[in-house]
């Protein structure tokens, strides 16, 4: 038996993923968690097997969460399972120790056959996942301006009054967003360059002329 263990900060992924698992005959759920700072205490003492684990968490991102995790508990198999198509997200995971990637709309099959394989030793990446890692490598040939997914017209305007050295709520003010929107657009663009925190964030952006 499998013991699975569930990281998503939605209650509804995580209820639906049990849904989904639940009547398989080699895969047990032991336990959830609905932040990467929860999983870090809770999965030890749990023990499972596989993790899957979602990327873009409000607290502690999927990335880090992964990193840490592994550095301690290298025996365990971590599988992300995210709505991001970005190349660069999944190879930073792929970078950080996981042994699968499944997209969030895969289905039962992708899913069961990821945990399996990743346990026994092996690694998955589900068809959608694989065609952007391929494509993303043929790409690589002939852009080399910069490593990173184009950010959206509302990241760069949100990054913009970063650079202006602006705070959260002077930012939701001028752009007429809640304060909950800017910080989100944060975590994003953190996420998409792989920087640590927005001092990383603002170097990545000048050196790569992300926010033009």
Known sequence: ????FIVDDHKMVIEGMQLLLQNDPDITI???ALSG?????????????????????????????????????????????????????IKLM???????????????????EAIKKVHQGGMYLDDTVNEIILNSAVK????T?????????????????ILEEMTTQEIAERLHISFGTVETHRRNMLMK????????????????????
């Open 94 to 112: 792929l970078d950080q120790g996981a042994k699968g990637y499944v997209l969030k709309n895969a289905g039962k099959h992708e899913v069961t």
């Open 30 to 32: 032991i336990g959830s």
């Open 145 to 161: 301006s910069s490593p990173f997914p184009t950010l959206s017209r509302r990241e760069k305007e949100v990054l913009h009054c």
């Open 1 to 4: 038996m499998i013991k699975v």
């Open 140 to 143: 690589k040939k002939t852009v």
């Open 37 to 89: 700072d929860e999983a870090l205490e809770r999965i030890p003492e749990a023990a499972p097997d596989v993790v899957l684990l979602d990327i873009n968490m409000p607290d502690k991102n999927g990335i880090d969460t992964c990193k840490e995790l592994l550095k301690s508990h290298p025996e365990m198999k971590v599988v992300s399972l995210s709505m991001h198509k970005e190349s660069s997200l």
């Open 193 to 212: 360059t792989g920087a640590r925190n927005t001092a990383g964030l603002v170097r990545v952006a000048l050196e790569y002329e992300l926010h033009k």
